[in-house]
C-alpha cells in the first residue's frame, strides 16, 4: 500500500490459512526525495505528464519490488510459496464525478521483478458500475473487525480519513470524511521540511485557532451525504491558503488542522454512526498523540482505541485489506460493498498479472 500521505510503501506478508490471519512480516520503504516529488508534481496538471507518470509508476514498482523481497527475507519465505500480490498504486487523480480514478502502477513491472502474480487496479471496475471506487477497506474491516454482539466504528487516519460503520445487524457502511494527516503532513513539511509531525509534538506547541478551524469546518464536503470520497485532489495547500491569515503562529496552523480532522471525524461518526460504542483507530494518524486526544474528547464517552489493542498494528491494516482483496479476486468473489461505494453491484475488482 501507497497511499494519500506518499511517504512510502507498506507491505505485509499476510496468511490467511489461519483464523484469525497471521501477519508473517512487515516492511516500510521509504519514497527517496526524487520520486516522492514526481508523485506530489503528478497530482495535479504539469507538463510531459505521460513520460512523467510513466517513469514514476516503474520507480514506485522498484520500491514495490524491495518491500516484496524484505518481507520475505524476514519471514524466510519464498516467492513461489505466494499466491499473489495486491498492490494498490498510488492515486493521483481521483474523479469518479467524472467517472474515473488513476492509481499509478506497473504491475507488469513488479510482476517481472518478483515472479510473483499480481493483482491490482482495484478501484476502477467499482467506478465503472457507477460507484465512488472508494472507500474500500470496509468490505475487509467487515471481516475482521465485525462482531455480533458490539456495533464498531473503524476509523482509518491515512492521508485522507475514512470511516466503516460496524453494526452487530444491518448494512456494512463507510465514507471518506475529509483530511487525515495529508494537511497537516503538507503544513509541517513546508515549514520544518520534516515529512510529518512525530508525535504531534509541534502541534503540541500551539493552540487552536477558532476562527480558522470554523471557515476550514465550512467546506460543503463535509454536509454531503455517504457515499462519498475525496482525495488530494481537494484537500490541498491550494485550498487551504486562502484561509490563512499572516498573523497566524505556524503551529498554531498544525494545532488546528489536527482539530479539523478530529472535529469533521466525530461529526460524520455522529450523523452517519451514532450508535457505535466503540472506535477502533488505524493508520497513520493512530500515531499521533494530539490527534488522538482530540479524538477521545470528541467522542466521549465512547469507547477509542488503536487496531492494535485487537491484534492487527495501526499501520499495517491497509496493507492487510490490499492483500486480502487481492484474495477476493483471485478466488473470483466480489470485494466491493455497493452500500459503501454506491456502485450499481457486487463486482470482482482488480486486474490480474500472472507470474
Not at 516529488?37 to 510513466?54: C, G, H, I, V
Not at 487496479?121 to 474500500?136: H, I, K
Not at 480532522?261 to 498523540?289: D, Q
Request: net charge neutral; aromatic share 6%.
Amino acid at each position: 500500500m501507497s497511499g494519500t500521505s506518499i511517504d512510502g510503501v507498506d507491505a505485509v506478508l499476510a496468511d490467511f490459512s489461519t483464523t484469525p490471519l497471521r501477519t508473517r512480516a512487515h516492511a516500510h520503504i521509504d519514497f527517496d526525495l526524487a520520486l516522492r516529488l514526481s508523485l506530489t508534481t503528478l497530482q495535479r496538471e504539469s507538463a510531459d505528464e505521460l513520460n512523467r507518470a510513466a517513469l514514476a509508476a516503474n520507480a514506485l514498482m522498484d520500491v514495490c519490488a524491495e518491500a516484496v523481497s524484505t518481507v520475505l527475507r524476514e519471514a524466510a519465505v519464498s516467492a513461489s510459496d505466494v499466491a499473489a500480490i495486491g498492490v494498490h498504486g498510488q492515486t493521483i487523480r481521483h474523479r469518479p464525478d467524472l467517472g474515473y480514478t488513476l492509481q499509478l502502477a506497473n504491475p507488469a513491472r513488479l510482476a517481472e521483478r518478483t515472479g510473483v502474480t499480481v493483482v491490482a487496479d482495484f478501484r476502477s471496475r467499482d467506478v465503472a458500475a457507477g460507484g465512488q471506487g472508494a472507500p474500500l477497506v470496509p468490505a475487509f474491516h467487515a471481516a475482521i473487525f465485525a462482531r455480533d454482539d458490539r456495533h464498531r466504528a473503524i476509523v482509518n487516519l491515512g492521508g485522507i480519513a475514512n470511516i466503516t460503520d460496524l453494526p452487530p445487524r444491518g448494512v456494512v457502511r463507510g465514507f471518506d470524511t475529509g483530511p487525515g494527516n495529508t494537511l497537516m503532513d503538507t503544513w509541517v513539511e513546508l515549514h520544518t521540511g520534516e515529512r510529518f509531525d512525530r508525535d504531534g509534538a509541534w502541534a503540541a506547541r500551539g493552540s487552536v485557532i477558532e476562527p480558522l478551524l470554523a471557515a476550514l469546518a465550512a467546506d460543503a464536503y463535509f454536509a454531503l451525504p455517504p457515499p462519498k470520497s475525496t482525495g488530494r485532489d481537494r484537500f490541498n495547500a491550494q485550498w487551504l491558503n486562502p484561509h490563512l491569515d499572516p498573523g497566524y503562529a505556524p503551529e498554531s496552523v498544525q494545532r488546528t488542522l489536527a482539530r479539523l480532522t478530529a472535529l469533521t471525524i466525530a461529526e460524520a461518526l455522529r450523523a452517519h454512526c451514532a450508535s457505535a460504542a466503540e472506535v477502533v483507530l488505524c493508520g497513520g494518524g493512530a500515531l499521533n498523540p494530539v490527534l488522538v486526544r482530540d479524538l477521545q474528547s470528541l467522542l466521549a464517552p465512547r469507547s477509542v482505541q488503536p487496531s492494535a489493542a485487537l491484534g492487527m498494528p495501526v499501520d499495517q491494516v491497509e496493507a492487510l485489506a490490499f492483500g486480502w482483496l487481492a484474495r477476493e479476486t483471485l478466488a473470483r468473489r466480489p470485494g466491493n460493498l455497493p452500500a459503501v461505494t454506491g456502485a450499481r453491484g457486487a463486482r470482482v475488482l482488480g486486474a490480474i498479472y500472472p507470474a
